[in-house]
């Protein structure tokens, strides 16, 4: 059973807003504030196979998260929030993941739907409204360095990080 919490049409167009406020915000040089331009809570990264930079505590209510893939390797990550059932850890979500592979992601409750994925150099935006409590973000795409989709999910290789909204 696939359970996702789905994105009304308010969060779409605040995403639409904050992508072309963040693109603006990029085109730009200048080092002065540009008034009004969104800035993202954290900057998340993914290489070699982990997230990097993901706070260990984020503010409850409305976060903004720019995900980047800096992979030296042609693949696709994804980083989709969960979930942390009380007593429920990252590495519960990577031994689950070890067991059942891509069906482990149906057992995790996904917050805020589905962001898509960022090729290697690529990146994306995600807004979530978190209430207070634990979480991770985990990556259910499959692939290897040597290159292809075949493989594990890099879940299972790790690629999960838990972080608290408080």
Known sequence: MTRSVSVGAGVRLAIVAAVI???????????????????PNATIFAQNFQFHNVPATLPSGVVM????????????????????PSGKTAQDVINDAKQKQAASED?????????GTAPTNGGLIEILNLPPGNYAFACWQTGTQ??????????????????TVS
């Not at 406020?21 to 800035?39: E, H, K, P, R």
């Not at 040597?146 to 972080?163: L, R």
């Open 65 to 84: 998260l720019l995900f980047q893939n800096q992979e030296s390797f042609p693949i696709e990550h994804e980083m989709i929030p969960i979930a942390l």
């Open 107 to 115: 057992d995790w409750l996904h917050i805020g739907g589905d962001f």
């Open 146 to 163: 040597s290159g292809g989709e075949n493989g594990p999910t890099h879940a299972s290789k790790g690629m999960v990080q838990a972080f």
């Open 21 to 39: 406020a963040l693109t603006t915000v990029g085109c730009s040089s200048s080092s002065s504030s540009s008034g009004g331009a969104l800035t």
